[in-house]
């Protein structure tokens, strides 16, 4: 750190990323990522004549791109906001909705950019405790006494997989109309029911996806709210206060084939469905406790080693999953689905493992 940093973020805990290895070849089952490729007509749109135009500005308001999202959502151009990532959809709602002395609230077990973009804009974080079973509790977010402010919930959850329902997010809705509501459905796609048709009925909801997991897009960092026209406007505010070419002329042009890809990526993420319900009861089997998850990850615990060895353990044998220090799930793991080749070499290092380890 140098003496010259603005002292508010001298103390500022930044995001850890998961381990991107570059020194040896992982299965990497710990930041759920895709293991299929884009779909053939997002490696046809990324070409030489694309890369060729990279001289010129990408479309500031990115029209093409809009419409399409919009075609395929059913809703309007005007209710929809494109990023780089969902991730700067985070970073904008808590700068729009929270900074400036609001507060925000969210589970003390969820996505770590929330507290990260908290802290980083001064904002007062409340965080509301998981249920026993790891639910969120949104009977908590009905009965706050504050005015104004975000509430934002993983739906599902990360890293949990568990998800609330439409009825239950629409009674946080309808208790909060004073407060943004920002639902992150980063895994929605893996068998959860969306909320962005919500956005009709309700000005206060922000939901936010992202090309990163179902869509295998992750290196090319594109997410999209959808939203009342009113709080897409709020955050264009801040993008043309801050970047206004946030989305770069190749993945504005993936993103768009990734639209055309007919049932391509829905394709895929059933197949991530079929292979996470086998891991997840081969890995019973074994003895783990298995959350009951709708997204493209499971969250286990074992009966018979800890989180942080198993963790170890995986490592030595070429498999990354994450592994969180946090106390209340420092003896799980959360493991990205794989293919099934991946989850079948997986289960047979964890049987190794524990037989090493001197059970079963
Ligand atoms: C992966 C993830 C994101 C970030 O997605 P990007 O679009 O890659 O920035 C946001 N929220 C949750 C809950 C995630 O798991």
């Known amino acids: 750190m140098s003496s010259y940093l603005n002292p508010a973020l001298s103390s500022l805990e930044s995001y850890t990323p998961g ?6 070849k992982y299965i990497k089952l710990n930041t759920n990522e895709s293991p299929y490729p884009p779909s053939p007509e997002v490696l046809a749109a990324v070409n030489e004549k694309e890369a060729a135009l990279l001289r010129l500005y990408p479309d500031p308001e990115g029209s093409a791109l809009k419409q399409a999202l919009a075609d395929r959502y059913n809703v309007k151009k005007a ?7 969902s991730d700067e959809i985070l970073n904008f709602a808590f700068l729009a909705f929270a900074a400036g002395g609001r507060k925000a609230w969210f589970p003390d077990i969820s996505y770590g950019f929330y507290q990260v973009f908290a802290d980083l804009y001064g904002i007062p974080a409340v965080k509301i405790p998981l249920e026993e ?3 969120v509790d949104y009977k908590s977010y009905c009965a706050l006494s504050d005015k104004g402010g975000l509430i934002c919930i993983a739906n599902p959850n990360a890293p949990t997989g568990l998800t609330l329902s439409l009825a239950q997010i629409e009674e946080v809705l309808k208790a909060n109309p004073d407060k943004v509501v920002l639902i992150d459905e980063a895994y929605v796609d ?28 992750a290196g090319a960092r594109f997410g999209f709210a959808a939203a009342s026209p009113e709080l897409i406007e709020d955050l264009e505010k801040i ?27 829905e394709d895929n993420c059933r197949k991530i469905m079929e292979i996470r319900e086998y891991a997840a009861s081969e890995l019973r089997k074994s003895g783990f406790s298995v959350l009951p998850s709708l997204a493209n990850f499971l969250f286990v615990k074992s009966d018979f080693i800890g989180g942080e060895k198993l963790y170890q353990a995986l490592k030595k044998k070429g498999i990354l999953v994450r592994h969180f220090e946090k106390e209340r799930i420092c003896e799980y793991n959360r493991i990205t689905i794989g293919t099934q080749e991946e989850m079948e070499t997986l289960l047979a290092k964890i049987k190794e493992i524990l037989k090493e380890d001197g059970n079963e």
């Not at 381990?19 to 040896?24: I, N, Y």
């Not at 919500?198 to 997991?213: D, G, H, I, P, R």
């Not at 993008?239 to 049932?263: F, Q, V």
């Open 19 to 24: 381990e991107q290895p570059t020194e040896m």
């Open 79 to 85: 209710n929809i906001f494109l990023a780089n990532g």
């Open 133 to 135: 079973d790891f639910s």
């Open 239 to 265: 993008k043309y206060s801050t970047n206004p070419y946030n989305i770069n002329r190749l993945t504005m042009a993936a993103a768009i084939a990734a639209l055309k890809s007919g049932s391509y990526f």
């Open 190 to 217: 893996f068998g959860a029911e969306s909320a962005l048709n919500l956005t009709e009925k309700y000005e206060n909801l922000l939901v936010v996806q992202t090309f990163s997991k179902s869509r295998s897009m």
